[in-house]
């Protein structure tokens, strides 16, 4: 997946926001198979496991089963057609989760090569903040960030200025409303 490009600054804000959130004691759940970020965290003193690959829409065993403290989802809920069951299905009372901004001059991200590569959703920020609040969760902090590349054109000078990912710390509601 990054044998083209790294995503320095994508993983530089995310481990910052972490490390401002969630403590190292704390054990860590993250949705998604062990990859370069899952590094970065262990390097940082994270105790992180990982989910084996399984389709999260059809076998969420894993997070049902997991004993962590936390589960961070960077860049997974985009993928999946339910968000929904996984998001109910987390037993721990706190997540860390990013998404990819919908770009208004940039359609969805389709991989032609890799079936498991592609976006189902495009959030808006509000979009991803209501279906964490459908699902028993509130966002304690939030931040988005761009992305800008060293293309030429009218697009990659929109990312220069256009928000392209939103990462959120969210709480269970421990109790909530019908």
């Known amino acids: 997946m990054y044998e083209k490009s790294y995503p320095n600054k994508r993983f530089k804000h995310t481990i910052e926001f972490l490390k401002k959130h969630v403590s190292t004691s704390e054990a860590i759940l993250d949705l998604g198979v062990v990859n370069p970020f899952t590094k970065i965290m262990q390097d940082h003193g994270?105790?992180?496991?990982n989910t084996k690959g399984e389709d999260l829409d059809i076998d969420t065993s894993t997070i049902v089963n997991s004993k962590a403290e936390v589960v961070t989802a960077f860049e997974i809920f985009e993928h999946l057609l339910s968000p929904f069951t996984v998001l109910k299905s987390i037993k721990a009372d706190k997540l860390v989760a990013s998404v990819p901004l919908k770009l208004w001059f940039s359609s969805a991200y389709r991989s032609k090569t890799d079936m498991l590569?592609?976006?189902?959703?495009?959030?808006?920020?509000w979009q991803f903040d209501w279906l964490l609040e459908k699902s028993g969760?509130?966002?304690?902090?939030?931040?988005?960030?761009?992305?800008?590349?060293?293309?030429?054109?009218?697009?990659?000078?929109?990312?220069?200025?256009?928000?392209?990912?939103?990462?959120?710390?969210a709480e269970r509601i421990?109790?909530?409303?019908?």
């Open 137 to 169: 969760w509130k966002i304690m902090a939030r931040q988005k960030w761009t992305n800008p590349t060293k293309k030429i054109g009218i697009r990659p000078i929109l990312r220069w200025f256009t928000p392209r990912y939103y990462i959120v710390y």
């Open 174 to 178: 421990k109790n909530p409303k019908p």
């Open 46 to 49: 994270y105790r992180v496991e």
């Open 117 to 125: 590569d592609r976006h189902y959703h495009e959030f808006e920020d």
